[in-house]
């Protein structure tokens, strides 16, 4: 129990278009979902917090109009990166916790988003 | 601010051999615990937490943490180290979840492992 998909797994670009990148909790309730962003060879950097039917809570230095959330259920969040330039070009990954669940985040496989 | 250390950022090992990684947190209230590894490319697997009780906690994958309050550690263990076993591990840090609350998580720098045939 306890997966996380997150679609697509790759993605690539051109600079100013949009994309847009799903994580859905397959086999639980989200109450919470998180997104964070991992440059190579360093660790997690937490971009934002999203409660499903609420507005997303971003972390200090991250621009809320270029990465859009959205948690319009209890097993979909959304994340959009508008007007996408080079230096967005990361490595994507969203967690989930269980609605009612024990504090423990739950990790989707990753999206690579390459911007040209 | 919370912090979490993993002073190790690569740490080689033979197949076969024992394997312990540290971590040690900055102090705070209570706080929650996890090992995570990622292989190259993908997400992040839980391999284990604490939360309270017994200190000695067993995870996935025949691997085991020690949370040491006096230390403010939570290294985590293996006796014998598999081929398979060479990935990115992190140690990560919930402080102040309180009721329901998912708090969150901080990660250390992440330790990488090689283990050799």
């Known amino acids: 129990g306890a997966v996380v998909s997150q679609h697509p797994s790759r993605v690539i670009c051109k600079s100013g278009t949009s994309v847009k990148i799903e994580c859905r909790s397959l086999d639980f309730q989200a109450t919470t979902m998180f997104w964070y962003r991992q440059f190579p060879k360093q660790s997690l950097m937490l971009m934002a917090t999203?409660?499903?039917?609420?507005?997303?809570?971003?972390e200090q230095g991250v621009e809320k109009d270029k990465f859009l959330i959205n948690h319009a259920s209890l097993t979909l969040s959304t994340l959009t990166v508008t007007s996408a330039h080079p230096e967005d070009s990361s490595f994507y990954i969203c967690s989930a916790g269980r609605v009612g669940g024990s504090k423990t985040q739950y990790f989707g496989p990753g999206t690579r988003l390459l911007v040209l | 601010a919370q912090s979490v250390t993993q002073p190790d950022i690569h740490i080689t090992v033979s197949e076969g051999a024992s394997l312990e990684l540290r971590c040690n947190y900055s102090y705070g209230a209570t706080p929650y615990l996890f090992w995570y590894v990622q292989s190259p490319g993908q997400g992040l697997q839980l391999l284990l937490k604490y939360f309270s009780g017994d200190t000695l906690v067993q995870g996935i994958k025949g691997f085991e943490a020690e949370f040491k309050r006096s230390q403010s550690s939570f290294n985590l263990r293996k006796p014998s180290v598999h081929w398979s076993d060479a990935a990115e591990y992190f140690c990560?840090?919930?402080?102040?979840?309180?009721?329901?609350?998912?708090?969150?998580?901080?990660f250390g720098q992440g330790t990488i492992l090689t283990v050799h045939p």
């Open positions: 990560a840090v919930v402080y102040n979840a309180g009721g329901t609350s998912y708090g969150k998580l901080t």
């Open positions: 999203s409660n499903e039917g609420s507005k997303a809570t971003y």
